[in-house]
């Protein structure tokens, strides 16, 4: 018999249409969709024991690192936590919506755009920021300039500077896929709404969609990183270059950002514009609307 699920402290903020997509054990699993570099299902439930380990460790400072501890601890197959923390759900969440968008998408072109907002995006304490926030003001700008449909999530990171040229901060980063109608449009309304910076030297960057999973599946990759910009000058010329190296979070940062995640819920980091999960015929999946 499975144990029963502990209500966490905040109680349950993920949405019903969450629960719904994740109604089937299925998505838990190896099948498809396949990508490269994809989580196998082991190296999630790994993940989970070893976040509960690490909640529980420091719920001695942090008391309401034990609900969310408790939460993960009894995710298991038909009574999954749907817990934004979770590794499992949060592996489940982006296999549905890869399965679900890449439909949407598939047919012509379209592009991969990355977007760091120069309002919403950056933030010194985690938890003042919104992700509706950032999702309807990007929404809003793509709506005016005549996008119907983009698909695509948010990606959090502890950004930092080596020799300090701007503060540390979190950094909410938008990755979208949008077919490439009017993009003579949402292109330019996209770079005015966020100009460079120096902790941004370029928040908005724009590929071509290669059709492949990986990009869908980027959108809502369940690791998170610590971005630290260094500063080389090039072998060749001697000019100035800044790289960035991805590095682990340490326990100062995994700390809120767990609370953080458990708190906004594990629909929060999806965007979706001119498409819904809905209940149809064949089961629970995400519609273009007609717009
Ligand atoms: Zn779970």
């Not at 460790?57 to 942090?62: D, G, L, R, S």
């Not at 498409?275 to 629970?284: E, L």
Request: hydrophobic share 35%.
């Amino acid at each position: 018999m499975s144990a029963a699920k502990i209500p966490s402290k905040s109680g349950n903020v993920t949405k019903p249409w969450v629960k719904e997509a994740l109604s089937t054990e299925l998505l838990y699993g190896d099948g498809k969709p396949h990508w490269s570099n994809a989580t196998k299902q082991s190296e999630a439930r790994r993940e989970r024991v070893k976040a509960v380990r690490f909640l529980l460790k420091h719920a001695f400072v942090k008391p309401d690192l034990r609900y969310i501890a408790e939460e993960l601890n009894h995710c298991s197959p038909g009574n999954r936590c749907h817990c934004a923390v979770c590794p499992e759900c949060g592996r489940a969440l982006q296999r549905f919506f890869v399965s679900e968008c890449k439909p949407l998408l598939a047919n012509g072109s379209a592009h991969v755009v990355s977007i760091i907002d120069s309002k919403m995006s950056n933030r010194e304490d985690l938890s003042r920021f919104s992700p509706s926030g950032l999702i309807n003001r990007v929404k809003s700008i793509l709506r005016k300039n005549g996008v119907k449909l983009a698909a695509g999530g948010i990606d959090l990171s502890y950004n930092q500077d080596k020799i300090g040229k701007f503060e540390s901060h979190w950094c909410a980063h938008l990755w979208l896929i949008l077919p490439d109608s009017n993009r003579i449009s949402w292109e330019p309304a996209l770079r005015e709404a966020n100009p460079p910076s120096d902790s941004v030297p370029r928040p908005i960057k724009i590929m071509k969609w290669d059709g492949r999973d990986e990009a869908l599946a980027y959108a809502l990759k369940t690791t998170f990183k610590r971005r630290v910009s260094v500063h080389q000058k090039k072998m060749s010329s001697g000019v100035p270059q800044r790289n960035t190296s991805e590095q682990d979070l340490r326990v100062a940062e995994r700390i809120p950002l767990y609370q953080y995640l458990d708190s906004a819920g594990l629909h929060a980091r999806v965007f979706l514009l001119g498409a819904r999960p809905t209940m149809t015929d064949h089961g629970f999946s995400i519609v273009k609307l007609d717009l």
